[in-house]
């Protein structure tokens, strides 16, 4: 089977849908939430028992060393991976729109023929309204491709190499949930992730081939390859590897490395795919009056 473009723009929009924070919302992170909140309600009780026990033990105690103990501050309390999720959810709360650059390598083999493929994605992004802006450039086969679309909730509009520009009701796998509902889901396997801090800021990684992991995943990749046509229970991520960094100040995102193999059921035959993206994020809500272009929606057929 020749590797066409269908092929390699499938997987091309299965792996953007991972390269941000993840995918959708789990049921465990809502589990874990629930359980925590619980321990916190029951902590206070605890915590009253014992001082009023320890007041007993220690009542002969000088006055200075109570004051001392009563003025001590408290502790400061270590970021992990859980609480730096949790302020980057509340930090993607207040964000309307920024902007992404990517690069990106893929190999994909389908048993006859191996084709491998690089390119550049720039893209901006917007929540109020909903709209996508992209531009991308990939060079594979010996062919090069420049492409622009913009994606809204009800179309998507697209040319590649200069042509006619073309309208189509905008697949649902294409409308990508904000990044702090994408985040929920690391939350639900904060205990699953690496996560340590440098001078770049909070890094958040993963490094697995567990299912617990990948399961966080999986409908999402049904989602998207449905909607692309192909048989979405075909599509399986068979590894994968990402690493995040935070701003220490902000929580926002600032740089990602996504690593990942996938295989999909293409025309009856299983094609592998191996990709390789690294993308830096800004312009947080820089991005203004995001639209697409009254003359192209006038001339797209």
């Known amino acids: 089977m020749k590797i066409t473009l ?11 849908a ?35 026990a320890a ?32 302020k980057s959810m509340e930090a993607y709360a207040q964000i ?13 083999d389908d048993g006859e023929t191996k084709i491998d493929v690089s ?48 309208k189509e009701p905008t697949p649902g796998a294409l409308i990508q949930p904000k990044p702090e509902d994408q985040l929920k889901s690391l939350v639900g396997i904060a205990d699953l992730v690496d996560f340590e801090e440098n001078e770049e800021g909070y890094v958040i990684s993963i490094s697995s081939t567990d299912q617990e992991v990948l399961g966080a995943y999986s409908d ?28 220490k100040e902000t929580f926002l995102q600032k740089t990602a490395d996504v690593t990942l193999d996938m295989t999909a059921s293409i025309e009856g035959q299983e094609v592998k795919m191996n990709q390789s993206m690294n993308g830096t994020f800004g312009q947080y809500n820089e991005i203004k009056d995001l639209a697409v272009p009254q003359e192209i929606m006038d001339s797209a057929k």
């Open 119 to 166: 390119g550049t994605l720039k893209s901006e992004n917007s929540y109020e309204p909903f709209i996508i802006h992209n531009k991308d450039t990939y060079n594979g086969n010996g062919q090069t491709i420049n492409s622009e679309y913009y994606i809204t909730e009800d179309a998507t509009y697209a040319s590649q190499n200069g042509a006619e520009w073309t």
């Open 96 to 108: 309307t729109s920024f902007s992404s650059e990517m690069d990106i390598q893929q190999m994909i």
């Open 18 to 52: 991972l390269f941000g924070c993840g995918a959708g919302s789990s049921e465990k992170t809502s589990e874990s939430e629930s359980s925590k909140e619980a321990a916190a309600e029951e902590k206070p009780a605890e915590k009253a028992d014992t001082e009023e």
């Open 220 to 247: 999402m990749v049904t989602e998207a390859a449905a909607a692309l046509g192909t048989d979405g229970s075909s599509v399986k991520v068979t590894s994968l590897d990402m690493s995040y960094t935070l701003d």
């Open 55 to 86: 007041a007993e033990e220690n009542s002969s105690e000088t006055v200075e060393v109570s004051t001392a103990e009563e003025e001590a501050p408290p502790a400061e309390e270590e970021m992990d991976a859980e609480q730096a999720l949790k």
């Open 6 to 16: 269908k092929v390699t723009s499938l997987f091309l929009v299965l792996s953007i």
